[in-house]
């Protein structure tokens, strides 16, 4: 490990730091999962079998896709109390943070002019299909994290779509948080076959109007490939941090925060910015010490991300320059004064403040959705929340009087774009 002199690096290093993998890995890949998406929409539930079978080891002609009421109730029964009560407290963390977030943006109605009336109403969508993913672990925050939201926002009909174990069963601990969160329409699916699926709708999955949730680069790929039919949301990949810290930082305290996202996997990128050269030399001996601790797998993905996570700067106001050039999923602002700070953060998924709010906090429990843009995509989206299932629309309303006003400015616009009725209309009235 090297701390990294933000002022003495070339324009290449620098570009190289926050450098993310690309989902356009090769044609072949592109190639295979347009060949899943395509025969999906061709033969339906025949090829997605084929497929489940092929890259998950179900046999659903021999047992279900869609998870039951009675896998649910021995979910429950399999997990921990203490399990079962932890997502209880965080569920009513989020869904009051949720609750908060609808009524913040309430129908709104103006009278910009006279005799023109400008209203605008909200609804929700009216299907979605959120996905979670399983192969690195379990993930049951992801649920809830996008199940609350999708409820709270009124959608009627809302899906889950889990990749099975090879027997065929979902991790209990996501069966119960979506049970929790009011969802019980779960599907045993994963991959590129699962976005198809409810991209395209079959005899046994519906077609929805919007699919959610992170996913492999597979999951990514065929997100776009199907993006013609419905929203798939913003791209979001690998977990990304950054800490900005100065000389009073806890080295300790970095260290263990620096190791929360980088953990998620070899692709990760995590990245402590100071402009202290000490505390940064303190934080990297006992980042080797916690990483030789980790057990596998997740020790050798700390070792591959952690070999560049050091950046010297000259400044606090030079380290917000860097973190708006990375545009980081997760920021935390180890500083004397964070506040003063934030004016100048302009590209991040999330701030947190201070040692005492690690990322693991926000992650589970902050109230705020852990479904963050990466990949720099935090310079132009935000997080998930309640208002990517309701949609907006306006309603305006002239009175004749009006109409009669504006008549003459319309119709010189109209005809200059070469639009006949746009124009010949105006001569009715």
Known sequence: MQIIDWNRATEEEKSRLFSRPSIDLSKKLKNDVETIVLDIADRGDKALFEYALRFDGVDFKKTNMVVTSQEIAQAYKYLDPVLIQALHSVIDIVSSFTETDLSSKRDISTNPHPGLSVRTITSPIP???????????????????????????????????????????????????????????????????????????????????????PGSTVVSLAKQLVSSLCDTGSYTGPSESCIICDAQADPEALAGNLLIEAEHGPDSLAVLISSDRHVLEACIPIVVSLIDKTPEPRQSYLRKVIKNSFILVDSLETACTVCTIYAPEHLQLQIDDPESLIPYIHNAGEILIGEKTPFSLANYAGGTSAVLPTSGFSKSNSALSVHDFRRVTAIVEASPEKTKELRQHTKILAQYEGFHHHARIFDTF
Not at 128 to 148: D, E, N, R
Not at 152 to 163: D, N
Not at 181 to 205: D, M, N, P, R
């Open 127 to 213: 299907s979605c299909a959120l996905y979670v993913p399983f192969g690195k672990g379990s993930f049951p925050s992801m649920v809830y994290m996008q199940g609350i939201p999708a409820q709270a926002a009124g959608v009627p009909f809302i899906h889950f779509t889990i990749p099975p174990d090879k027997n065929g069963a979902i991790d209990p601990a996501c069966l119960v948080a979506a049970h929790m969160c009011g969802i019980e329409s779960i599907y045993k699916l994963g991959g590129a076959h699962a976005i198809a699926a409810f991209a395209h709708g079959t005899q046994t999955v519906p077609k929805v109007a919007k699919i959610l949730g």
